[in-house]
Protein backbone atom coordinates (compact mmCIF):
# COMPACT_ATOMS: atom_id res chain seq x y z
CA UNK A 1 0.00 0.00 0.00
CA UNK A 2 2.91 2.31 0.82
CA UNK A 3 4.41 1.89 -2.51
CA UNK A 4 1.65 2.74 -4.17
CA UNK A 5 1.18 5.77 -2.37
CA UNK A 6 4.75 6.63 -3.07
CA UNK A 7 4.59 6.07 -6.36
CA UNK A 8 0.78 8.42 -7.14
CA UNK A 9 3.28 10.67 -4.81
CA UNK A 10 6.00 10.55 -7.51
CA UNK A 11 3.64 10.70 -10.61
CA UNK A 12 1.76 14.32 -9.60
CA UNK A 13 4.93 15.56 -8.46
CA UNK A 14 6.49 15.11 -12.21
CA UNK A 15 3.16 16.11 -13.64
CA UNK A 16 3.26 19.50 -11.34
CA UNK A 17 6.92 20.07 -12.41
CA UNK A 18 6.14 20.19 -15.67
CA UNK A 19 2.71 22.32 -15.42
CA UNK A 20 4.99 24.92 -13.68
CA UNK A 21 7.77 24.88 -16.20
CA UNK A 22 5.06 25.76 -18.72
CA UNK A 23 3.56 28.12 -16.36
CA UNK A 24 6.74 29.15 -15.76
CA UNK A 25 7.12 30.11 -19.93
CA UNK A 26 9.49 26.99 -19.94
CA UNK A 27 9.29 24.52 -22.29
CA UNK A 28 11.94 21.10 -22.89
CA UNK A 29 13.24 19.30 -26.07
CA UNK A 30 13.79 15.70 -25.47
CA UNK A 31 17.29 14.59 -27.64
CA UNK A 32 17.81 11.02 -27.52
CA UNK A 33 21.23 9.88 -27.78
CA UNK A 34 21.84 6.41 -29.49
CA UNK A 35 25.73 5.58 -29.14
CA UNK A 36 26.46 2.13 -30.61
CA UNK A 37 30.40 3.22 -30.62
CA UNK A 38 33.03 2.53 -27.63
CA UNK A 39 33.74 6.24 -26.91
CA UNK A 40 32.08 8.64 -23.83
CA UNK A 41 30.84 11.81 -25.64
CA UNK A 42 29.90 15.08 -24.01
CA UNK A 43 26.75 16.99 -24.72
CA UNK A 44 26.45 20.74 -24.60
CA UNK A 45 25.08 23.39 -25.94
CA UNK A 46 28.01 25.58 -27.35
CA UNK A 47 31.31 24.97 -29.17
CA UNK A 48 32.64 27.32 -26.37
CA UNK A 49 30.84 25.18 -23.90
CA UNK A 50 32.10 22.26 -24.82
CA UNK A 51 35.87 23.62 -25.23
CA UNK A 52 36.14 24.37 -21.44
CA UNK A 53 35.39 21.00 -20.51
CA UNK A 54 33.82 22.70 -17.25
CA UNK A 55 30.69 20.63 -17.81
CA UNK A 56 29.48 18.13 -19.56
CA UNK A 57 26.11 16.05 -20.05
CA UNK A 58 27.48 12.11 -20.65
CA UNK A 59 26.44 10.16 -23.69
CA UNK A 60 28.00 6.84 -22.69
CA UNK A 61 29.28 4.31 -24.76
CA UNK A 62 26.95 1.55 -26.04
CA UNK A 63 24.48 3.37 -24.26
CA UNK A 64 20.94 5.74 -25.37
CA UNK A 65 20.94 8.81 -22.91
CA UNK A 66 18.19 11.01 -23.14
CA UNK A 67 18.46 14.88 -22.35
CA UNK A 68 16.28 17.34 -21.95
CA UNK A 69 17.62 21.03 -22.50
CA UNK A 70 15.03 24.29 -22.19
CA UNK A 71 14.22 25.22 -25.04
CA UNK A 72 12.34 29.09 -26.16
CA UNK A 73 8.51 29.27 -25.22
CA UNK A 74 8.51 30.27 -29.15
CA UNK A 75 10.20 27.53 -30.33
CA UNK A 76 12.00 29.91 -33.07
CA UNK A 77 15.10 30.47 -31.34
CA UNK A 78 18.04 28.71 -32.05
CA UNK A 79 19.18 25.49 -30.26
CA UNK A 80 22.88 24.12 -30.67
CA UNK A 81 23.85 20.68 -29.93
CA UNK A 82 27.76 20.06 -29.87
CA UNK A 83 29.07 16.49 -29.35
CA UNK A 84 33.18 16.28 -28.06
CA UNK A 85 35.32 13.11 -27.40
CA UNK A 86 35.18 13.40 -23.51
CA UNK A 87 34.92 16.93 -21.23
CA UNK A 88 37.14 19.59 -23.16
CA UNK A 89 38.30 16.98 -26.26
CA UNK A 90 37.79 16.92 -30.18
CA UNK A 91 34.54 17.87 -31.38
CA UNK A 92 32.41 15.36 -33.50
CA UNK A 93 29.17 17.01 -34.11
CA UNK A 94 28.07 20.70 -33.90
CA UNK A 95 24.64 21.27 -35.49
CA UNK A 96 21.86 24.49 -34.52
CA UNK A 97 18.03 24.41 -35.43
CA UNK A 98 15.24 25.93 -33.72
CA UNK A 99 13.71 24.03 -31.24
CA UNK A 100 10.50 23.66 -33.15
CA UNK A 101 12.75 21.53 -36.08
CA UNK A 102 14.57 19.60 -33.98
CA UNK A 103 11.11 18.26 -32.34
CA UNK A 104 9.68 18.00 -35.69
CA UNK A 105 12.67 15.48 -36.46
CA UNK A 106 12.09 13.40 -33.69
CA UNK A 107 15.63 14.83 -32.00
CA UNK A 108 17.38 11.55 -32.31
CA UNK A 109 21.33 11.39 -32.88
CA UNK A 110 22.85 7.85 -33.85
CA UNK A 111 26.54 7.63 -32.77
CA UNK A 112 28.72 4.92 -34.61
CA UNK A 113 32.55 3.85 -35.21
CA UNK A 114 33.50 3.28 -38.78
CA UNK A 115 37.54 2.57 -38.84
CA UNK A 116 38.83 5.23 -36.78
CA UNK A 117 36.31 8.04 -36.69
CA UNK A 118 33.19 8.45 -35.28
CA UNK A 119 30.07 9.36 -37.57
CA UNK A 120 27.38 11.06 -35.81
CA UNK A 121 23.81 11.13 -37.84
CA UNK A 122 20.94 13.76 -36.60
CA UNK A 123 16.84 13.20 -37.54
CA UNK A 124 16.80 16.38 -39.27
CA UNK A 125 16.24 17.03 -42.62
CA UNK A 126 19.37 17.38 -44.94
CA UNK A 127 20.01 21.13 -45.67
CA UNK A 128 18.54 22.51 -49.07
CA UNK A 129 21.42 23.68 -51.13
CA UNK A 130 20.67 27.38 -52.15
CA UNK A 131 21.10 28.16 -56.23
Not at 77 to 102: F, I, K, Q
Amino acid sequence: MRSILVALLLGGLIVGVGCLDEALGERHIKLTFINSSDSLLCFNLSSAEAARGDSCGEVKSRRTSVWRPGCSPSGSEPLTVVLSLGPGGREVYNRTATCDEWEASGAKFTIEQRGDELVVTDSLPDPTPRP
